[in-house]
């Protein structure tokens, strides 16, 4: 699996320049985000839910430029409510990139 730990630094440089501070903030709040959209996607009971929450966590992630996640998240549409090895694959992809 492809893994660019630089790409969301470098989309958030390309939106709010050389600001490490804010970068750091913005990185913060995007793993605040992506925990959420997460537990969405752990608590949906139904298929509207699910793909509801996968919806929103894609969006999250394309735009802050986690592609691995943003494709992680389109392919689980495809996948049964609550399917394991979806959710596991898209909580270790946000554990690392919140390394």
Same mark, same amino acid.
């Given at each position: ?17 050389n600001d490490p501070a804010l970068i750091a903030d913005l990185r913060a ?5 992506? !925990?959420? +959209?997460?537990? =969405?996607? #752990?608590? &949906?009971?139904?298929?509207? @839910?699910?793909?509801? /929450? $996968?919806?929103?966590? %894609? ?8 592609? !691995?996640? +943003?494709?992680? =998240?389109? #392919?689980? &549409?495809?996948?049964?409510? @609550?399917?394991?090895? /979806? $959710?596991?694959?898209? %909580? ?8």
């Amino acid at each position: 699996m492809a893994y660019d730990p630089g790409a969301i630094d470098h989309a958030l440089s390309a939106a709010v320049g050389n600001d490490p501070a804010l970068i750091a903030d913005l990185r913060a709040a995007f793993g605040d985000s992506a !925990r959420v +959209a997460l537990h =969405a996607l #752990e608590q &949906a009971g139904d298929d509207a @839910g699910w793909r509801t /929450a $996968l919806l929103r966590l %894609r969006g999250l992630a394309a735009s802050f430029g986690a592609v !691995r996640l +943003a494709a992680l =998240a389109s #392919e689980a &549409a495809d996948a049964r409510v @609550g399917d394991a090895p /979806a $959710l596991r694959l898209i %909580r270790r992809n946000i554990d690392r990139l919140q390394r």
